[in-house]
């Protein structure tokens, strides 16, 4: 049987299948079948399946039981091509692909589906129409030859791969779910926030904070609108420019400690209180919606539920089945080991392949033992602090690691001059306003301390974008690196019962029977490895995990 086959989903629901020789082109005549699943499931040996996305296919083939080894995402795989043409922002479908390819009009991509908390497609969620498999080969065809041309091809074809593995890790993690006892999430918040009032107004706790805090001004305040609270102040003599903690916690009034809570516990009932718990748990699962590469660096999204801003009291509700095990992986100090990787700066490379603290090592080496000025350094240098202690800290590391420090400055020189900037495998900072990244769910950057980047013709515009792009060749090959983590993780726990559950950015939680847990540690330890080695090529730099098995999230911190 060919390694590879191409699948379409047919009009009828079924599919069009071929087996693809070398050239990517047909090797047999295609065939209809009626089944999708069952198109998929008799042919288990294929290496690698070629579809247009992994969100029209795979959640079908998963929920008949089929699993596949690997895919080729002809949609995510456009994408990147683009990125890396300097062409982002054009419609990155696979019909548009098409037309471009035979030269007629381009066709706007379809509005992204929107978060579905009951797991049921709307009626009138807008669909795609089919792509026939004739045409989805001749765009598979033309990005093979764009691979060719890319500025390092191999590196390029890895990405591609490593994405469109990442769509498969996302969708088996949606369908297997968080773990999450909604019993113990009700006693939280019935702790934190107190009854419940009929209407669904505010909880008893709430209105009790709210009752101290127009009591502190002397009239009546509402805590929940900003612009009321900073009026409040400014009533009081006193001028704030925003309700954020920092600023509120430098006032000297009796306001300031309710508050503060009362934001605390606001913010844990708007995004994780009881309406959350209905909308987002169901079969003692927490599924909302995994999304590889969702933003411009490759980290990954959600389409609702906020995972990835999940509060720490909550995690107390997120407890393993009777048997089983949270085995809590996270990556250790991962900026640093990652720019020590691609600026192969032989200092900084010899520090980060150590066992020890590396932020430790690089203190003894340049700050005179100070670890905690060492890590403010090494964090400025990725995310562009180069004013005050940040400027003075920047040039004892550029002393010590002249070539890191050379290679996140020049990252930032060809931002500043609307330069295209890649990762080290290949994804690419877009020259345009495509440069700001997506926020998460809860509108707080997920990648830089730019929270937006807009073109213009100002050098504020352009130092913006400089500083963009400084963070992004770091923040965005640790992307790439762990979409390889998690391939190879998912490739090992293939043979066992364990389920990958979560993920972000630095941390990885496998749900696994109590006996396999010894077995998913080395697991993750492995992968981590072999990511390195595939992602940065051969480097003495390491990648350690600190790893934890618990019973319930909370104890694993």
């Known amino acids: 049987m060919a390694d590879r086959w191409a699948l379409a989903v ?278 909302p919606g995994f999304l590889a590469g969702g933003t411009v660096t490759g980290r990954w999204v959600t389409n609702g539920g906020g995972a990835l801003q999940i509060p720490r009291v909550l995690r107390r509700a997120v407890v393993a089945d009777p048997g089983w095990r949270l085995v809590v992986a996270d990556a250790d100090q991962m900026e640093p080991r990652v720019l020590a990787a691609i600026s192969r700066d032989p200092g900084l490379m010899e520090v980060a392949g150590r066992p020890d603290d590396l932020y430790q090592s690089v203190s003894d080496r340049a700050f005179s033992g100070d670890r905690d000025q060492a890590k403010l350094a090494v964090l400025g240098a990725v995310y562009g602090q180069t004013s005050g202690d940040g400027l003075k800290n920047l040039a004892a590391l550029r002393r010590r690691f002249p070539k890191a420090v050379a290679y996140v400055d020049e990252a930032a020189r060809a931002g500043e001059e609307g330069r295209l900037v890649r990762t080290w495998l290949g994804r690419t900072c877009p020259p345009a306003a495509q440069a700001s990244d997506a926020t998460d769910e809860a509108g707080l950057p997920q990648d830089a301390p730019d929270r937006e980047w807009t073109p213009g013709h100002t050098s504020t515009d352009a130092r913006a974008r400089g500083r963009f792009a400084r963070n992004f060749v770091v923040q965005g090959s640790a992307a790439d690196w762990a979409l390889l983590l998690l391939a190879a993780l998912r490739r090992s726990c293939a043979s066992l019962s364990a389920e990958l559950v979560f993920f972000q950015h630095d941390e990885v939680i496998v749900h696994c029977p109590e006996e396999e847990t010894a077995q998913v540690i080395e697991a993750i330890h492995h992968a981590s490895t072999l990511a390195a080695h595939l992602t940065f090529g051969p480097t003495p730099v390491h990648f350690p995990f600190t790893t934890t098995t618990a019973q319930c999230y909370a104890d694993a911190k």
Request: charged share 30%; glycine share 10%.
């Open 10 to 287: 047919a009009e009828d629901g079924g599919a069009e299948v071929a087996p693809l020789g070398p050239d990517g082109l047909p090797a047999a005549p295609v065939r209809h079948e009626p089944d999708l699943a069952a198109a998929v499931r008799e042919r288990p040996g294929v290496g690698r399946w070629v579809w247009r996305s992994t969100a029209e296919v795979y959640p079908r083939l998963l929920a008949a039981g089929v699993r596949v080894e690997r895919c080729y995402d002809v949609e995510d795989a456009e994408t990147l091509l683009l990125g890396h043409e300097g062409r982002s922002g054009e419609p990155r479908s696979a019909a548009a692909a098409l037309a471009r390819l035979r030269g007629g009009p381009v066709p706007p991509d379809p509005p992204q589906r929107s978060a579905d908390p009951g797991g049921q497609p709307s009626l009138f969620e807008p669909r795609e129409a089919p792509l026939p498999l004739a045409g989805l080969l001749a765009v598979y065809a033309e990005q093979q030859r764009r691979h060719d041309r890319a500025e390092h091809p191999d590196r390029m074809r890895l990405l591609t791969a490593a994405e469109s593995a990442g769509t498969l890790v996302a969708t088996e993690m949606n369908r297997a779910g968080l773990p999450w006892r909604a019993d113990v999430h009700r006693e939280v918040l019935h702790d934190l926030l107190g009854e419940r009032y009929a209407g669904g107004g505010e909880p008893r706790r709430l209105a009790e904070l709210a009752e101290e805090v127009s009591a502190a001004f002397g009239h009546r305040v509402r805590p929940d609108l900003p612009a009321d609270v900073v009026k409040a102040f400014a009533r009081a003599g006193i001028t704030v420019g925003s309700t954020r903690r920092w600023e509120l916690a430098s006032v000297d009034h009796p306001a300031v400690r309710p508050l503060i809570e009362y934001k605390r516990l606001y913010r844990i009932w708007v995004a994780h209180g009881w309406s959350w718990l209905q909308d987002w748990v169901r079969d003692g699962r927490f599924r």
